[in-house]
């Protein structure tokens, strides 16, 4: 291009007093169009990247026409500093949003076998294997995750679940006392104070009924509860999906369950343990990743036998996985679902979309239902949902209205844990029990249950 117009050339130098980077004028029917440029190496692509940002029209008598920006993305911007910027605040949060994914699908896939190998979760996920390794330490810092046991050893060594609740007429004891005489019971595993319902909530196991009946007689005439004026309820529990970690004190009940060979007792009996499947769930209860060899060493075992009774006790269905629990998240709180059956007819009627109502995957940390069990009394469905937004708790309730039929839905809200944990995981729909529920009891195939999911909203 030629030389420019007096007027022309006048603007120009003054925008170059206000951009510090090379400018372009470009003439274009009869108009001057001024654009900024520049160039910086990128360090990840590992090359210079070039940036132009346009900044205007001159008219001949020197008059700038400020540019009528259209696209959102550019709106607002005047140099070509505040155009890099915002181009990086894209990329940045692209990068995250990808990352996010991945990093759901890492946990994901440690949700589903925590003993998995980095390369082998780098091969679902797409990334190396010392790239996850380091994503995995991130995850565990931040989320503070343990590695436990997904176990039926209670069930398999003569142990049935049971849920207590407890509602206060008006004071309540200190929470604090109550942790104190809970956990010096190793039956107990878990035990949430709540707002609803009920105030207080106990999971045991115990070996049956009257056991069971005979600890809590003596609970209730403990000082910390015998002078507040309260209902006491039980009822066995079924879990149908989720994990509720074993305390380590249990393994004092499950060690006394330890077979000697002795002339008395020449075989096992109902309810008995070998010493190395002793080791090996007391050991991965504590630490779901804790290296074979290093079992054989703690509990004197030959080598190699910590492994082959893993493999044996997976094989029986004592152990269905090793898993990982998140103690660190970014929910609100967690909020139990009482699903009461009254209509056994309506009820059985909707069931199957009830059943598949649980099955659909979120875009969030954990699966949104943690805990899906069946409680004996009142007969129907103990639900723990995670709440991470306001609204979801409603959102549910009137998702389980419109679906399900011929109940009552009450709730309450977890207000703390005063002893134990909940496990709060990522499983894909495979691997959530209900799914082979629905296959083995309504003969439906995958392609069904993920239409059904996917195509119809639930």
Not at 264 to 284: C, D
Not at 449 to 456: A, D, H, P, Q
């Amino acid at each position: 291009m030629g030389q420019l117009p007096e007027k022309v050339a006048e603007t120009l130098t003054e925008l170059k007093k206000k951009h510090p980077h090379s400018l372009s004028v470009k003439f274009i029917r009869n108009g001057y169009y001024v654009y900024e440029e520049y160039t910086k190496w990128d360090r990840l692509l590992k090359r210079r990247i070039s940036y132009g940002i346009y900044l205007g029209k001159i008219e001949e008598d020197g008059k700038l026409v400020p540019p009528r920006r259209k696209n959102q993305r550019t709106a607002g911007i005047k140099t070509i500093e505040g155009y890099i910027k915002n181009r990086d605040k894209e990329a940045a949060e692209q990068n995250k949003a990808v990352e996010n994914d991945e990093n759901i699908r890492i946990l994901s896939a440690l949700s589903a076998n925590a003993r998995i190998s980095m390369e082998e979760i780098g091969k679902k996920v797409g990334l190396l294997g010392q790239t996850v390794n380091y994503r995995v330490g991130e995850l565990e810092k931040k989320y503070n995750i343990r590695y436990i046991t997904d176990t039926y050893a209670a069930f398999n060594f003569g142990f049935y679940r049971y849920l207590i609740t407890v509602k206060f007429k008006d004071r309540k004891p200190d929470l604090e006392e109550i942790k104190k005489v809970l956990e010096k019971e190793p039956r107990v595993q878990l035990a949430v104070s709540a707002k609803g319902e009920f105030d207080l909530l106990i999971y045991v196991l115990f070996e049956n009924p009257t056991v069971l009946e005979n600890w809590l007689y003596a609970l209730r005439k403990d000082e910390i509860f015998s002078a507040y004026r309260s209902v006491w309820n039980v009822s066995y529990f079924l879990i149908g999906h989720g994990v509720i970690p074993l305390r380590d004190k249990f393994f004092d009940i499950i060690k006394e369950r330890v077979w000697h060979r002795t002339k008395e007792t020449p075989r096992r009996r109902y309810g008995e343990i070998f010493q190395r499947e002793y080791a090996v769930l007391r050991a991965l209860n504590k630490n779901g990743i804790e290296k074979f060899n290093d079992i054989d060493k703690e509990y004197g075992l030959r080598k190699g036998i910590a492994d082959y009774t893993f493999h044996e006790l997976v094989d029986k269905n004592v152990i269905r996985r090793v898993t990982i629990s998140m103690q660190n998240l970014p929910i609100k709180y967690l909020a139990i679902i009482e699903v009461k059956q009254v209509n056994m007819k309506r009820f059985f009627e909707s069931r199957k979309e009830y059943l598949l109502y649980f099955l659909k995957e979120n875009d969030m940390l954990t699966n949104k239902f943690p805990i899906i069990g069946d409680m004996g009394s009142p007969y129907g469905s103990f639900i723990i949902l995670s709440v991470y937004d306001d609204g979801d708790l409603e959102k549910t309730e009137e998702d389980l209205k419109r679906i399900v039929k011929g109940v009552e839905i009450r709730t309450t809200i977890i207000s703390s844990v005063i002893l134990g944990s909940i496990c709060m995981n990522k499983l894909e729909t495979k691997q959530i029990n209900l799914y082979n529920l629905l296959i083995n009891e309504y003969k439906m195939s995958e392609e069904e249950i993920f239409r059904f999911l996917y195509k119809k909203e639930l």
